[in-house]
């Protein structure tokens, strides 16, 4: 396990890795913002906690990875996004078409 952690650390690399899924994230919670979604948590981290109409969800499920946070609601339901080092601006782009239609 030691091992893991000296490569990880090596060269800033965790950093590396961990800042772009943090910037990927600010931009796909940047995308919830602009459509008027309201957020469970305010997470400035990689996990971003939305609560979106089930309809929503209904759609974006079968072709968009996220999962239930909490039981699903009546009208809406909370839903944890989570983005990693090779989130890329094409899934984002994606999301943001989906969510269009």
Not at 48 to 62: E, H, I, K, M, S
Not at 77 to 100: G, H, N, P, Y
Request: no cysteine; proline share 4%; glycine share 4%.
């Amino acid at each position: 396990i030691g091992l893991q952690f000296d490569a990880l650390f090596t060269d800033n690399l965790y950093f590396d890795i961990s800042r772009h899924a943090i910037e990927m994230a600010i931009q796909m919670k940047q995308i919830f913002q602009e459509k008027g979604y309201k957020f469970y948590i305010d997470s400035p981290t990689n996990q971003q906690f939305v609560v979106l109409p089930n309809d929503v969800v209904d759609r974006l499920a079968p072709n968009v990875g996220f999962e239930y946070w909490g039981p699903r609601g009546e009208v809406f339901s909370a839903v944890r996004f989570v983005t990693d080092w090779a989130t890329s601006d094409q899934e984002i782009a994606e999301l943001t078409k989906r969510l269009d239609h």
